[in-house]
């Protein structure tokens, strides 16, 4: 086994207690597994390989979780392999499950116009991702037994993308990526760190495109954090 996959193991643990106990998430420990030896690895998998159209495939035929069973199409995710940026919200609204794919309603056209203010795009350099990968009923917050059920695979696509910087928009994405219950209006702005195993990725919170089209007075801090962002790729890159 993986340390990766020890860690999402230990995460659906936690989340399930905090869900039992209290209904809310609650920080926990940081993890620092191991892998296994290459022995005591999954033996259907023998060359321990994996892929984005592996993952794919997998989150199509899921059915972990009620939202497997109500959704009409999953929302894999879709952009450019070893992006510089990786996006990550909440969850498919109604236009991304009619599709199967992210952010393409009004909240995933505002998003294409904030990224490409930045000079980053879906096409080129990003690659856009949900923590669930079904939509909830009626486009309410997901449970978290339903982050928790898809959890392995987002950390997976993390894996293999390995994006310079992570980008989570929401509170939903920014609650469950980092362990925290403040909203986004308390947190957005800073740099976090995204770790799993060997990874550690810098990122950043900001408010959600569809929050931004309830709520234009979120417009202002929402391109002041974009701005910073972008200053971080930039010395990434020249670096």
């Keep these: 086994m993986t340390s990766i996959e020890k860690e999402q193991i230990a995460g659906f643990l936690d989340l399930t207690n905090d869900y039992l106990n209290s209904g809310y998430q609650t920080i926990h420990q940081v993890y620092n597994f191991s892998d296994d030896s290459c022995s005591q690895q999954n033996t ?13 495939e997998e989150i199509k035929k899921c059915r972990n979780c009620p939202l497997g069973n109500s959704r009409k199409n999953a929302v894999p995710g879709e952009g450019v392999r070893n992006p510089l940026l990786m996006v990550i919200g909440e969850g498919p609204g109604a236009d991304e499950d009619a599709q199967g794919r992210p952010f393409v309603g009004k909240a995933g056209q505002l998003l294409d116009e904030m990224l490409k203010a930045i000079k980053m795009s879906r096409t080129t350099n990003c690659f856009i991702a ?59 702005g800073k740099f976090y760190e995204y770790k799993s195993g060997d990874l550690t990725i810098p ?13 234009i007075e979120y417009k202002r801090p929402a391109w002041e954090d974009l701005k910073i962002l972008q200053a971080r790729i930039d010395s990434i890159v020249l670096n």
């Design 44 to 56: 259907e998998n023998p060359e321990n390989t994996d892929s984005l159209e592996i993952i794919s």
């Design 130 to 188: 949900n923590v669930v990968k079904c939509r909830p009923p009626n486009n309410g917050d997901p449970k978290p037994e339903e982050t928790a059920a898809c959890s392995f695979f987002l950390a997976r696509q993390i894996a293999l993308l390995n994006p310079k910087m992570i980008l989570l928009v929401g509170n939903i994405a920014s609650q469950t990526i980092l362990k925290v219950k403040e909203p986004v209006g308390r947190i957005h």
């Design 203 to 215: 990122l950043i919170v900001t408010y959600h495109p569809a929050a931004l089209l309830r709520n």
